[in-house]
Structure formats: structure tokens, C-alpha cells
């Protein structure tokens, strides 16, 4: 069966400073929008693996963000934490058309919006 993904508008790019971040509600639950440096798009659901650290909160370098309890580092393209630490955060797509920032979700999720 092939899935369908809904795009859901969050914002503005301009909404979300270089490094830095800004949470979104869904009914998916509370996802953690970052711009990097270079203004690529990343979410994230806002927990970290270790223990559930706002990863919103955290200190954004690359195409890394640093958990902010206790220094996880977590991928934003993968989700996955950084040897040694062991761990995968759910990654959401998320994607710019012109300067607006879109979420993709799988098709459930417009039923539930």
C-alpha cells in the first residue's frame, strides 16, 4: 500500500533565528522546529532519548542540537544520539517552499487534526 504524507504550514523561516529553535503543537504531540546556520529546516519531537530533555531548548551547531539536561547530542537528520550516548528522537519531515516551513505527516494525521 503506498502512504500518503498531509503538509502541514508551521511558520515563516524568519520566524526561527539562525541556531535556533521553536516548538510547534500537533496532534502528534510537541515538535521542536531548528534552522541552522545555513537555514536548512529540521524537527524533531521534543523529547531527547536519555531523558526527555526539551531538545527545543537546546544549543543548536551544525546540523546537531545539544540536549540541554544533560549535553546529548542528537542529529537533526536522524535522530539518532551521538556514540557514546545510545538513542533515536522521532524525526519529522520538514521542508521549505519559498520562506514557509512545512511538516509532513503521514495521512492518519489529518484525520486526527
Not at 30 to 53: I, M, Q, S, W, Y
Amino acid at each position: 500500500m503506498e502512504q500518503h504524507l498531509y503538509k502541514v504550514k508551521v511558520g515563516m523561516l524568519a520566524d526561527i533565528p539562525q541556531k535556533g529553535s521553536r516548538r510547534v503543537q500537533t496532534p502528534m504531540g510537541e515538535v521542536a522546529l531548528f534552522r541552522t546556520a545555513n537555514d536548512t529546516v529540521h524537527a524533531l519531537k521534543n523529547e531527547c532519548p536519555h531523558k526527555k530533555g526539551p531538545l527545543s531548548e537546546g544549543i543548536v551547531h551544525g546540523s546537531k542540537v545539544t540536549c540541554p539536561l544533560h549535553n546529548w547530542v542528537i542529529d537533526m537528520a536522524t535522530g539518532e544520539a551521538e556514540g557514546p550516548d545510545v538513542g533515536c528522537t522521532p524525526v519529522i519531515p520538514a521542508f521549505l517552499e519559498g520562506d514557509e516551513i512545512y511538516l509532513a505527516f503521514e495521512e492518519d494525521y489529518k484525520a486526527s487534526a
